[in-house]
């Protein structure tokens, strides 16, 4: 089955500490995204990557930071320097984008300080 | 003013009813419209994608986009409760710039 799988579903930080969440794809997609969902809050795009080696910031990039070594993965790394990283986590991905538009989520990552 | 506005409800149905859900944007360059329906601790699933103004007709659902008021809607014919969810309206300009802009969702529970 074609998808996105996001690893772990859960996952616990202790202050101070780095954690990596995993977004594999293998639905051939050049685009991938993150997104940061709170409550009340919508989605807010974290970083996205339009191609191999190259990704830019989104609207919240502080205190995260992304690789694309492979076209079908794009680990998030949230850093200790982000203050707040208690959230719901989203990787997408989508074709070409400069054909269509429209994204395929994965299940998420809930990560929660302690 | 927020680029893409979404009345957050909650908003609760009888089953059978018509459901009728909307979004309001401010930014006129935006020519793709999305809506995603989200279930609890679930990632969002693409329900409806359309591209500029007009109708289109999925099943039970129902998505309108006028560009000339900025305005986009879903409707839900014979609502379940299996529709009971979060719905997301989500919106890019297209083109190289493909950012998608979310709603922050409108939670929708269709009570048997």
């Known amino acids: 089955d074609g998808g996105i799988t996001q690893s772990p579903k859960y996952l616990f930080r202790k202050e101070g500490q780095n954690v990596t969440l995993s977004c594999e794809q293998n639905l051939n997609h050049d685009a991938m995204y993150w997104y940061r969902q709170d409550p009340g809050q919508g989605l807010r795009l974290i970083y996205y990557s339009q191609i191999v080696n190259d990704f830019q910031k989104g609207d919240i990039a502080e205190g995260y930071s992304v690789s694309r070594e492979k076209k079908e993965s794009f680990p998030l790394t949230v850093t200790s320097a982000q203050k707040n990283p208690t959230a719901f986590y989203l990787c997408a991905s989508s074709k070409a984008p400069t054909v269509n538009t429209e994204a395929f989520f994965g299940q998420g990552t809930r990560l929660t300080v302690v | 003013q927020k680029e893409v506005e979404q009345d957050p409800g909650p908003l609760s149905v009888p089953e059978g009813a018509i459901v009728s859900l909307n979004c309001t944007y401010s930014n006129s360059a935006f020519q793709y419209f999305m809506w995603y329906r989200q279930y609890s601790r679930k990632g969002p699933e693409l329900l409806m994608y359309?591209?500029?103004?007009g109708n289109k007709e999925d099943g039970r659902f129902t998505a309108q986009v006028d560009k000339s008021s900025k305005y986009i809607s879903l409707f839900i014919r014979d609502s379940q409760p299996s529709d009971s969810a979060t719905y997301l309206c989500?919106?890019?300009?297209?083109?190289?710039?493909?950012?998608?802009?979310f709603g922050k969702g409108t939670l929708l529970t269709v009570n048997p």
């Open positions: 359309t591209y500029s103004s």
């Open positions: 989500a919106m890019s300009r297209g083109g190289s710039n493909y950012k998608l802009t």
